[in-house]
């Protein structure tokens, strides 16, 4: 099993960037596609961005699209999300997922796709 630990949140003002790391231990984490998703207070979690095995493949959220980029290091056992121009609505809880039967692919941008969820990391973007 595949286990995920996410790091990067903070506090960061408008219009600025932060980069999110997943790192999952084990041998499997480059046979799976990886997904990262988010959780406002109140609200439903919503899918943000996801990439399949061998990076070839992205799609994002239209929240989200032309400011994040996501992007994976099979070597590292680690998928980023690199998010720039940032807004208060962004401000959330961030998880990485992986979508362990997908083949490599990604199957959806359902959270019902995917498992093994990290703890989350805050982000928070201030006005």
């Known amino acids: 099993q595949v286990q995920l630990v996410e790091s990067g949140g903070g506090l960061v003002q408008a219009g600025g960037s932060l980069k999110l790391s997943c790192a999952a231990s084990?041998?499997?984490?480059?046979?799976?596609?990886m997904g990262w998703f988010r959780q406002a207070p109140g609200k439903e979690r919503e899918f943000v961005s996801a990439?399949?095995?061998?990076?070839?493949?992205?799609t994002y959220a239209d929240s989200v699209k032309g400011r994040f980029t996501i992007s994976r290091d099979n070597a590292k056992n680690t998928v980023y999300l690199q998010m720039n121009s940032l807004k208060p609505e962004d401000t959330a809880v961030y998880y990485c997922?992986?979508?362990?039967?997908?083949?490599?692919?990604?199957?959806?941008?359902?959270?019902?796709?995917?498992?093994?969820w990290g703890q989350g990391t805050q982000v928070t973007v201030s006005s």
């Open positions: 084990g041998r499997t984490f480059r046979t799976y596609g």
């Open positions: 997922a992986a979508d362990r039967l997908g083949g490599g692919d990604v199957r959806g941008t359902s959270s019902a796709y995917f498992g093994n």
């Open positions: 990439i399949t095995r061998s990076g070839a493949s992205t």
